[in-house]
C-alpha cells in the first residue's frame, strides 16, 4: 500500500509558527558560527594566538540537547504544514515556547557553568582564557524568538477558543453601584 506524497503548504502554519520555523532554521545556522574564543600567549611569543570554535567545535551534552530540541521543532512545523496528523499533549504555540524557553535555559547553562576547557600548558606564559562570540548571541534571539512565536501563537490560538463576552446590558447600574452614595446623582 503506498500513500500519496504530502505536499509541503507553509500556508497551512499561522504566522507565529512561520516566525518559530525561521527562528528554528536561525538557530541551526548559528551553530556553525563562532561560538567561544580560546586565548593563550605561549612563551616567547608577544601577540596572544587564539582560536573560534563553533558549538560543533565545543560540542558537549548541552549542544546535542540543543540540536534535539530544535529539529523536533522543525519536525513539528515541517508535519503541520504538509497537514499530517500530530498528537500532543498541548497546542503547537505552547510546544514551541516550552521549546524555546529550554533552548534559553540551556544557552544560559552554557555561558554561564559550561564553558569549554582550555588546556593550560606549562610553556604558556599567561593562562589560557576562553570567551564569548557573536554566534552565541544569534543562537540566544533565535531560541527567544522561537519563544516569542510560541507565546503569541498559544496566545492567538486561546483567543480564538475563547467565546466573545456579551454585552453587558447593566454595566451603568455596575457603575453607579461602586460609587459612594454622598456622589451620586439623583434619579429622574
Not at 16 to 32: D, P, R, W
Not at 99 to 119: C, D, S, T
Not at 143 to 160: C, D, K, N, P, S
Not at 162 to 175: F, I, K, Q, S, V
Request: cysteine-free; aromatic content about 8%.
Amino acid at each position: 500500500m503506498s500513500s500519496a506524497p504530502h505536499p509541503l503548504r507553509p500556508s497551512l502554519l499561522d504566522d507565529g509558527l512561520k516566525l518559530a520555523a525561521l527562528a528554528a532554521a536561525v538557530f541551526l545556522i548559528s551553530l556553525f558560527l563562532p561560538w567561544f574564543t580560546k586565548s593563550a600567549l605561549p612563551e616567547g611569543a608577544k601577540e596572544f594566538a587564539t582560536t573560534s570554535l563553533s558549538a560543533f567545535g565545543a560540542f558537549s551534552w548541552i549542544e546535542a540537547a540543543l540540536l534535539l530540541v530544535d529539529a523536533a521543532v522543525l519536525l513539528l512545523l515541517y508535519l503541520r504544514s504538509t497537514n499530517r496528523r500530530v498528537e500532543l499533549p498541548t497546542d503547537d504555540g505552547t510546544m514551541v515556547a516550552i521549546a524555546g524557553g529550554w533552548m534559553l535555559i540551556l544557552l544560559v547553562i552554557r555561558v554561564v557553568f559550561a564553558k569549554p576547557e582550555v588546556a593550560s600548558t606549562a610553556t604558556a606564559a599567561v593562562a589560557p582564557t576562553v570567551g564569548l562570540q557573536w554566534g552565541l548571541l544569534i543562537a540566544m534571539g533565535a531560541a527567544g524568538g522561537m519563544l516569542a512565536a510560541g507565546l503569541a501563537t498559544r496566545a492567538f490560538v486561546h483567543a480564538a477558543r475563547t467565546p466573545a463576552a456579551a454585552p453587558d446590558t447593566d454595566l451603568e447600574d455596575d457603575l453607579e453601584s461602586q460609587v459612594p452614595a454622598r456622589w451620586r446623582r439623583p434619579r429622574a
